[in-house]
């Protein structure tokens, strides 16, 4: 940066809170003076980059000030450093691989006061969130002492799980967990620094799946050495693993990882790559032993095996028979069923049978415990299939469970106007005034009703309501 863009007076290395805060205090009071006495920054001496000594390490990291004092947002760490070695990864050379963690009351801290500002739903963004189990367990316990309602997800490894840090992370809100899987193939998984047997993957995902925890797969596809038969193996992994969800990146290689290494001296490149105009390195634009359209079709036949075998996933589930933990199964599949009806996978046409997958997820939570979500999800799956008769049972069960529930009272109201009942589908949808959906809704309950002006207003509301 400071050799090819003027623009750039200072660049901040590594961990940044420190050095930043030394760099400005450095600038603050006037003429500038050396900066060459902040550890961790790149300046121009004489007109010629240089670098200062690296900065060390906060070793204290609940000494940083709590930011959700001063805004809301969702994502969460517990801890900074990796020890793993993943070729394709930059985060051990950033972080360092000694890992320093917040104390679980500061994490706690955090969530609580985001909390407070609105927020449910958290991504924790560890690179391995279970690797000291007694944090993670003491963590998981704070959060349920302090009876926070909150869902999140988080990173781990395969070999970083078992029962008893599952079943905590499961009690105190964590819904869905993700594992770099990486390859079917065993060389490409040591390749890319994932040297786990098969059977190691597999109770990873068996075991979250049995909690209740939605288990998610990340693939690295266009790798070295990659051909169709190393993609079928990772299909067949997939079927045996049983992910229930899965994203696959092409691979690509970023400074600061031993893969770019290893690329730059293989094909010649030097750092100036990056002066071009380019996003990333996609590994396989160099690999003569790779082409374009091999790679695509690679993607594509991974995306449509995974897609495909779902249905079978999905009914191969099973969870464990802990009484303690129905109303979390129910969560679970009702969570799961919404991504058939209304989520991820509502329109992708490679998933057969969609709404029938949904209906029976719906089911399958209803027989755990009452859950509001899965009896708006089979009555909207009921009125799809034409079957007004069979939800408006449904929704009437649900609303006798969940009497202010929104979404019972949203197809409680749609169900009204199929039937051309408006006066009474308002006795439902004006429940809900600042629900963007309900005042939608009841503008074309007036305009039916013949109350044109009334019509008007809610559907300025609703677009006001759509605008924030």
């Given amino acids: 940066f400071l050799t090819h ?8 290395l590594g961990e940044g809170e420190m050095t930043f805060l030394n760099l400005i205090r450095r600038l603050e009071p006037g003429p500038l003076g ?3 006495a902040v550890p961790g920054i790149g300046y121009r001496q004489n007109g010629k980059a240089v670098r200062t000594d690296p900065a060390e390490p906060i070793p204290d990291l609940d000494a940083l000030p709590n930011p959700a004092k001063y805004y809301p947002y969702r994502h969460l760490s517990l801890t900074r450093g990796c020890p793993s070695r993943c070729t394709f990864c930059g985060s051990p050379d950033f972080w360092g691989r000694r890992v320093r963690f917040h104390s679980p009351g500061y994490f706690v801290d955090q969530m609580e006061m985001l909390v407070q500002k609105g927020e449910r739903f958290f991504y924790v963004s560890d690179d391995t969130f279970t690797l000291k189990k007694s944090k993670v367990i003491d963590t998981c316990q704070e959060i349920l002492r302090r009876n926070l309602a909150v869902s999140w997800a988080a990173i781990s490894r395969v070999d970083c799980v078992d029962e008893d840090v599952l079943l905590w992370m499961r009690r105190a809100g964590c819904s869905q967990i993700s594992y770099g899987v990486e390859s079917g193939a065993a060389g490409i998984r040591k390749l890319l620094g994932k040297p786990f047997s098969a059977e190691t993957i597999e109770r990873a995902f068996t075991l979250a799946t049995r909690f209740g925890i939605l288990p998610r797969a990340y693939f690295i596809y266009g790798c070295p050495g990659e051909t169709e038969e190393t993609i079928q193996e990772t299909l067949a992994l997939i079927r045996r693993i049983r992910p229930l969800s899965a994203i696959f990146y092409i691979l690509a290689v970023f400074p600061g990882t031993q893969l770019y290494e290893q690329f730059k001296k293989r094909f010649g490149i030097t750092d100036d790559i990056w002066l071009k105009r380019i996003e990333d390195i996609l590994y396989f634009e160099y690999d003569p032993d790779l082409s374009r359209e091999d790679v695509l079709a690679f993607g ?3 995306r449509t095996g995974f ?14 028979d802990r009484e303690e933990l129905y109303f979390l199964h129910a969560d679970f599949f009702s969570k799961l069923g919404m991504t058939f009806s209304h989520g991820d996978y509502a329109d992708i046409e490679a998933v057969p049978d969609r709404m029938g997958i949904a209906a029976r997820l719906f089911r399958r939570s209803l027989q755990f415990a009452p859950d509001h979500r899965a009896f708006a999800g089979l009555a909207m799956v009921l009125q799809k299939q034409g079957n007004e008769k069979a939800a408006s049972a449904v929704i009437e069960k649900g609303l006798a469970h969940f009497p202010d529930s929104e979404d019972l009272h949203l197809c409680a109201g749609i169900a009204r106007m199929n039937r051309g009942e408006f006066a009474e589908a308002l006795n439902h949808l004006l429940k809900h005034p600042d629900s963007t959906r309900a005042l939608q809704a009841i503008a074309q309950c007036y305009q039916a009703l013949n109350q044109p002006n009334l019509a008007a207003l809610y559907r ?7 605008a924030r």
């Fill in 460 to 466: 300025r509301r609703a677009a006001v309501r759509s």
């Fill in 300 to 302: 594509h036949t991974l």
């Fill in 34 to 36: 050396d900066p060459g």
């Fill in 307 to 320: 897609y495909r075998s779902l249905p079978d996933f999905i009914d191969r589930i099973e969870v464990v």
């Fill in 5 to 12: 863009f003027p623009e750039v007076d200072f660049t901040v």
